[in-house]
């Protein structure tokens, strides 16, 4: 399981003021911190922290500090491309591109510069209309972005389909139809794309977040999830998905399963 | 038509373990052995790099052995003294390395002493020039006295020395640490046991890459097929990027393969058996060669008639085929 860790993200205050005010010291902790939690990838998300014009700078800045304290590769979260193409430029190893929808003119955009690049590539599983609700209907979508990884060029196992999870707390409905996207995904090409989902918003607004974070990561995991993006430091949280990876036989069992799983 | 081949892509490799030291390096060795670094399955060089052929070590005790004719009517005298023993493993049958015994610390035997062993050991390593690796005699408490008293005699020859188990790894471990030697970690033919067992190694502070796993084969017809899968699951595991399962492999071949009625008993016994001559060299020869397509790194064998016909095996497959 892919983890890629979620908190260099300008809605949290303390990344938010580190951005605002060119303070590299939050956003390096936070790195270490998700490293040794276990992340595998670190995702990079101005939020609205920054104002659109200033996003490239932002997100040229945040590349370079964050490098200075870790070798993880980065996940480059925006809608705004140029900023993710500012940051591409500075990966010293092949990033992840967060994210595309199924939308032509967004994948004209994107698909050549994930190539460009070497980065691999999120795409969703929506249009200007919105979130589907059922599997069906989002495998249409999964389909439009397999189509254009064929057509650009992007190796298939660098394409990650999220379904896109919604908040369980008022969009219950999703959550099933989301696990069985999961599956369908696998079934659309040879090699396949793998999956990834925004963990943390299964228990958005909700009290018990973790319990309803780890859950549906052991249910994403055994219907084939390859990656989350979620909070690294939830020590339960990793170790569902290290016992997952045991449940699954995808890792060979050992007593010390746990501590070996977040050595990089 | 020409056929394209579907190549795997691997993420990772198994690791590479370098044994023994030249004087440049430390040590009096005149050759030095590198073992694993393998990229891709066994032998499937138009897959990945296999850049590291599969190792014979030769057995040598430090008493004479309790072996049958057929193998001991090809060593003769030599097997009362491990230096002359040792000289004709390495000048006459060409072993790449030399698998010294101490089984003479053994105190329901001999019971030498930890300064005796470490004399023999230094003997040994003066009469040949390659690489060594050193076992004691199966009491733990008394290898852990022993292989301490080597480890530090030998400092700088970079050893291979065995036997670390689940149950008594941390002195031989310190040992390894200290002198600056290599480890055997042996597991009783269970993958997780092995696993973990890395993971307490390598916890002390041992670098990955100087453990060896010993898995406990069984010989032909007594294991070696369970003994197979095990191996090759540690294979996998190294190829999919699992650091605590990426460890080159050594095999018992002639002690287990030896054990067996079909490699001992004359035809008189069994008629359907045939010629027990040949019999006990492809005992030994197919237990060894069964293992090396499950990737194992070095062989320790007996039978100098199995030992050539494994060296021509390992020859013809390391002929590149990509």
Known sequence: MIIIGERINGMFKDIGDALRNKDAKPIQEWAVKQEEGGAHYLDVNSGPAVP???????????????????????????????????????????????????????????????????????????????????????????????AAADEFGLPMEELYIDPLILPCNVAQEHAPEVLESIRMVKTLANPAPKTVLGLSNVSQKAPDRHLINRTYLAMAMAAGLDAAIMDANDDALVDTAATCEILLNKSIYADSYLKVFRQR | MAVALVKEKFSSSVGEVVIGATAAEGGTRTSVIKVGG????PFLHFEGKIENRAVIAMEVNDVPPAWNDIIKSQYGDVLNDPVAWAKKCVEEFKA??????????????????????????????????????????????????????????????????GIAEQDNYKSITAAAMVHKHNVIARSPLDINICKQLNILISEMGLPLNRIVIDPMIGGLGYGLEYA???????????????????????????????????????????????????????????????????????????????????????????????
């Open chain 1, 52 to 146: 659109k014009d200033e996003r490239p700078a932002a997100y040229e800045w945040m590349v370079k500090v964050i490098q200075e304290v870790t070798d993880l590769p980065l996940c480059l979260d925006s809608t705004n491309y140029d900023a993710i193409e500012a940051g591409l430029k500075l990966l010293k190893r092949p990033g992840m591109i967060n994210s595309c929808p199924a939308e032509r003119d967004k994948i004209e955009r994107v698909f050549p510069m994930a190539v460009k690049y070497n980065a691999a590539l999120i795409g969703l599983t929506m249009d200007k209309q919105g979130i589907p609700k059922n599997a069906e209907n989002r495998i249409v979508f999964a389909m439009e972005l397999v």
């Open chain 2, 228 to 322: 197979y899968s095990i191996m090759e699951r540690a294979r996998l595991g190294a190829l999919g990027n699992d650091k605590m399962l990426s460890m080159p492999m050594i095999c018992t071949v002639g002690f287990e393969a030896n054990r067996a009625k079909e490699a001992n008993a004359p035809e008189a016994e069994f008629p359907g058996w045939g010629d027990l001559h040949d019999r006990a060299i492809l005992w030994e020869t197919l237990t060894a060669t069964t293992l090396l397509q499950a990737g194992a790194s070095i062989l320790l064998m007996r039978n100098p008639a199995a030992v050539k016909l494994v060296q021509e095996n390992i020859a013809d497959l390391m002929v590149a085929n990509s």
């Open chain 2, 38 to 41: 393998d990229a891709t399955l």
């Open chain 2, 96 to 161: 790449d390395m030399i698998y010294l015994k101490l089984i003479g610390a053994n105190p329901e035997g001999e019971n030498r002493s930890p300064e005796e062993c470490a004399k023999v050991v230094k003997d040994v390593l003066a009469a040949v020039g390659v690489p060594l690796i050193v076992v004691g005699c199966e009491d733990a408490e008394k290898d852990n006295e022993v292989l301490a008293a080597v480890a530090e005699a030998a400092a700088g020859e970079n050893l291979l020395i």
